[in-house]
């Protein structure tokens, strides 16, 4: 190969294709937008998260002594039932302050708690506050659990000693109602999908709330498009001291057909959109070695599903009576926040995403290249075709194909992964599907035509 040659092919591969290839150690992965465009309206609403008002909502949550399940529901000042209608009454008044564009609710039914030597079928009330959107059967789940415990305590089950969850999870419970005080101001009209905050009890005795709340949106027939959950997003210093205030875990499991993997790299592209120096590290499991989480009943009814948890846990203080208010750092559950808003109102703001897929041997290329199709999603303007390596953790190659819904891709689609995603008017990205996912939804064949 002559030199010029050589120079042409060098400057045919993108700067950022070159950093990766040369400039990175192999440990580090640049952080990819995706392509994801920044909107103005979103970077607004991220500087209204307060720190300030994180930190006094926890106190208040604190103040209820316990929130386990099982504790008291008639007191006004201690219990599940005190801190439950005072998460309802804080979101009311964000509704109010919002010109009623919140529509608060409990979300009720019962469950055997399993955990319980007594087997008990038991009261299970989470709280929710409805964005309706344009659609109000697309549906992204913004969640936390208000419920707290002692479980790693000899009495497990104690449910009127003091539990005060500061942490696990007032961090995730205060950061999803200030979601939807925020949301609510900066979007009062709703966006295109509706996006519900839950804060979940029944956590602590195998996602209970979480798991009544996933089951009523599939009986409505609802089509979620995302479940997030916020838990344990308050820590920053380990227990060997070492501190780390500005990366985020976020948990979710690769699975091609369901699209778990597919949100993470949604939620780091987010991120480096709008905050650059938080870093998301995606995890491709579902949970933590032996933990489990209110995302995973929805991953179990094949919606994408997402943890959010701090990247510094300490085991010494989780489940038991030293959970306490002092050692939860609000600025740092302000970035998590401001993560989770701009991932948020992004989806809601995005059309969904195509749902079948296929593709097809080029002939003419001798099969070098593809036709790629997929369903029409309505009202969108555009659509992209994502590149990525099987080993590659995100993609590297956007390929805008217009308003169609079949493509000839330059790409040998036996070594890469592709994803297609749908683009609002809006300029705002669909979640991406990928393309022959194994036991992913497909386009039936065209009719053949015949060989000569
Ligand atoms: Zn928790």
């Not at 308003?403 to 609002?424: I, K, S, Y």
Request: proline share 6%; with cysteine; aromatic share 8%.
């Amino acid at each position: 190969m002559s030199i010029s040659t050589l120079g042409a092919r060098l400057r045919s591969l993108s700067f950022v294709g070159l950093l990766s290839l040369v400039a990175l150690p192999m440990a580090a992965q640049a952080p990819s937008t995706m392509g994801l465009q920044r909107d103005p309206r979103i970077a607004a609403a991220l500087a209204d998260v307060s720190p300030a008002r994180l930190r006094a909502l926890d106190s208040v949550l604190v103040s209820f002594g316990t929130r386990h399940t099982m504790s008291d529901t008639v007191s006004s000042t201690r219990g599940v039932g005190a801190a439950r209608r005072w998460i309802y009454s804080q979101l009311q008044q964000y509704s109010r302050d919002c010109g009623g564009c919140l529509k608060v609710e409990y979300d009720t039914g019962t469950a055997v708690i399993t955990r319980h030597i007594e087997r008990p079928r038991w009261p299970i009330v989470n709280v929710v506050a409805w964005l309706p959107g344009k659609d109000p059967n697309r549906v992204i789940v913004m969640g936390g659990h208000f419920d707290s415990c002692v479980c790693s305590s000899p009495n497990p089950m104690d449910a009127t000693g003091d539990a005060p969850g500061a942490d696990d999870d007032g961090s995730g419970t205060v950061a999803v109602m200030e979601l939807a005080r925020v949301v609510g101001k900066h979007f009062p009209q709703g966006l295109d999908a509706t996006i519900a905050f839950v804060l979940y009890t029944g956590e602590e005795q195998g996602l209970l709330g979480s798991t009544q709340f996933a089951e009523r949106l599939q009986r409505e027939g609802k089509t979620v498009t995302a479940a997030f959950t916020d838990d344990i997003i308050g820590n920053v210093v380990a227990d060997d001291g070492r501190v780390d205030s500005t990366s985020v875990r976020v948990f979710a499991v690769d699975s091609l057909a369901v699209g778990g993997g597919e949100l993470a790299r949604y939620v780091w592209a987010v991120g480096a959109v709008y905050q650059p120096d938080f870093e998301v590290l995606p995890v491709l499991r579902l949970d933590r070695l032996g933990r489990g989480g209110d995302h995973a009943p929805f991953h179990r009814f094949g919606i994408p599903a997402l943890r959010f948890s701090e990247r510094l846990e300490n085991y010494k203080r989780q489940h038991l009576v030293t959970d306490t208010f002092e050692h939860v750092n609000f600025g740092y559950i302000a970035k998590v926040a401001r993560l989770n808003l701009a991932t948020v109102v992004s989806l809601a703001a995005a059309p969904s995403r195509p749902v079948r897929t296929a593709y097809g041997r080029d002939r003419e290329s001798g099969g070098q290249s593809f036709n790629i199709r997929w369903d029409t999603v309505p009202g969108v303007i555009a659509y992209e075709l994502l590149v990525r390596r099987t080993t590659a953790p995100t993609y590297t190659r956007i390929v805008p194909t217009g308003n169609v819904t079949t493509f000839l891709l330059d790409e040998q689609l036996d070594d890469v992964w592709v994803g297609v995603r749908a683009v609002g008017p809006n300029g705002h990205r669909s979640l991406t599907t990928v393309v022959g996912a194994p036991n992913g939804p497909r386009l039936p064949n065209p009719p053949r035509t015949p060989q000569p």
